[in-house]
Nanobody, 116 residues
Framework: QVHLVESGGGLVQAGGSLRLSCAASGRFSSFNVMGWYRQPPGKQREFVGAISNFGGTNYADSVKGRFTISRDNAKNTVYLQMNSLKPEDAAVYIC??????????YGQGTQVTISS
């Protein structure tokens, strides 16, 4: 089981930037993936991006070129740098860890609000 704590959410103007962090603790498999989902108000959860412990990344089309995901394996921490934010990026951002053979573990989420 992995415990995750997100931070860095808040209110930002459209066009601005925000950096989210997610610190994880617990057991990790030799191959694992850390990443982010988001849930806009009244909508379903959607995938944002992910990064493996070997550095491979994957992004949703809606954030490509604007968001960058990175991780510090020594700190078991994943980051989401969000630039050129749009009103439609407003959501609760939820980080996760997926170990090989296990169901993903999720954090509680951090709110990102965009003012236009």
């Amino acid at each position: 089981q992995v415990h995750l704590v997100e931070s860095g959410g808040g209110l930002v103007q459209a066009g601005g930037s925000l950096r989210l962090s997610c610190a994880a603790s617990g057991r990790f498999s030799s191959f694992n993936v850390m990443g982010w989902y988001r849930q806009p108000p009244g909508k379903q959860r959607e995938f944002v991006g992910a990064i493996s412990n070997f550095g491979g990344t994957n992004y949703a089309d809606s954030v490509k070129g604007r968001f960058t995901i990175s991780r510090d394996n020594a700190k078991n921490t994943v980051y989401l740098q969000m630039n050129s934010l749009k009103p439609e990026d407003a959501a609760v951002y939820i980080c996760y860890v997926a170990n090989s053979g296990d169901s993903p573990s999720y954090g509680q989420g951090t709110q990102v609000t965009i003012s236009s």
